[in-house]
């Protein structure tokens, strides 16, 4: 079994990715791509885990 030991507790859910670009589908008059940035919910865009009280994360 492949160990996944880093040092830094990487969020599961994004993969350190904790903020993505949404295309919402419609353009800015120029012509570029609206984007929406959306923090990933499990980490809240830390992109980390951290360990918190499960009662503080709730309350986010
Ligand atoms: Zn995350």
Redesign the pocket.
């Known amino acids: 079994m492949p160990q996944h030991a880093r040092s830094p507790r990487v969020?599961?859910?994004?993969?350190?990715?904790?903020t993505v670009a949404i295309t919402t589908g419609t353009r800015h008059v120029n012509g570029t791509r609206t984007t929406v940035p959306i923090d990933?919910?499990?980490?809240?865009?830390?992109?980390a885990t951290r360990p918190t009280h499960p009662r503080e994360a709730a309350r986010v």
């Open positions: 969020c599961p859910n994004c993969d350190g990715f904790a990933c919910p499990a980490c809240h865009g830390t992109g």
